[in-house]
């Protein structure tokens, strides 16, 4: 069975460019969630989606958005990059909402604004 | 809101001692908690999690973590230490209705010494 697929691995963006990171989640999944990480904030939340629709939002402004299709997948937008939005973005999938799931996360895109 | 804190942002050992990765937890109800792993450049992996079913978890690769509600504590403990253990290690909450948004402790990076 393959496991969480983000693409791309690595990407080099300027500032003020806008930035599309896609993730497939394990076949049969439905809830995809999507993280920042970085070495001075660590791990951050940045939403979920369920059945195409966003379920839950982390504290990041507008510039982030996302968004699910009907086969599960999904993509996160970033626009008018800025040089502290370079971090590893991970992808988790999950079979189902809820707390008794099992999150398998992705590689990840890592993401480098200059 | 849910919280973790995990002592120790590095922690190191020699291989076949014990390994003891700290982490407590911030909750006004009942908490799901879970410990990851991730080696360089690769995604998050879950080793264990706790969802009130028994407070003695056992995860994969040998590591098992006790909840303690009179200590809000959720410690990792590994009898013995191999090479292959050492790796960044995260701590993360997340409450009944709240999906699959998890909250990270800041992490422990753990080395294992010959």
């Known amino acids: 069975k393959a496991g969480v697929t983000q693409t791309p691995r690595y990407l080099i963006k300027t500032r003020g460019q806008q930035v599309t990171l896609s993730c497939s989640p394990i076949?049969?999944?439905?809830?995809v969630s999507w993280y920042q990480q970085t070495p001075g904030q660590g791990l951050q939340f940045l939403f979920e989606?369920?059945?195409?629709?966003?379920?839950n939002k982390g504290n990041f402004p507008g510039r982030f958005s996302g968004r699910q299709f009907s086969n599960s997948r999904s993509e996160m937008n970033v626009s008018t990059l800025e040089l502290g939005d370079s971090a590893l973005y991970l992808c988790?999938?999950?079979?189902?909402?809820?707390?008794?799931?099992?999150?398998?996360f992705g590689q990840g895109t890592r993401l480098t604004v200059v | 809101a849910q919280s973790v804190t995990q002592l120790g942002s590095h922690v190191s050992v020699s291989e076949g001692a014990l390994v003891l990765l700290r982490c407590n937890y911030s909750?006004?109800?009942?908490?799901?908690l879970f410990w990851y792993v991730q080696y360089p450049n690769q995604g998050l992996q879950l080793l264990l999690k706790y969802t009130s079913a028994a407070t003695l978890v056992k995860g994969i690769n040998g590591f098992e973590a006790e909840f303690k509600k009179s200590e809000t504590s959720f410690h990792l403990t590994k009898p013995s230490a191999h090479m292959s253990d050492a790796a960044e290690y995260f701590c993360?909450?997340?409450?009944?209705?709240?999906?699959?948004?998890?909250?990270f402790g800041t992490g422990t990076q753990l080395k294992v010494e010959l």
């Open positions: 076949s049969g999944h439905r809830s």
């Open positions: 989606y369920f059945s195409e629709t966003q379920r």
């Open positions: 988790a999938s999950s079979l189902v909402q809820g707390v008794n799931t099992e999150a398998f």
């Open positions: 909750s006004s109800v009942p908490p799901y």
């Open positions: 993360a909450v997340t409450r009944t209705g709240g999906g699959n948004k998890l909250t």
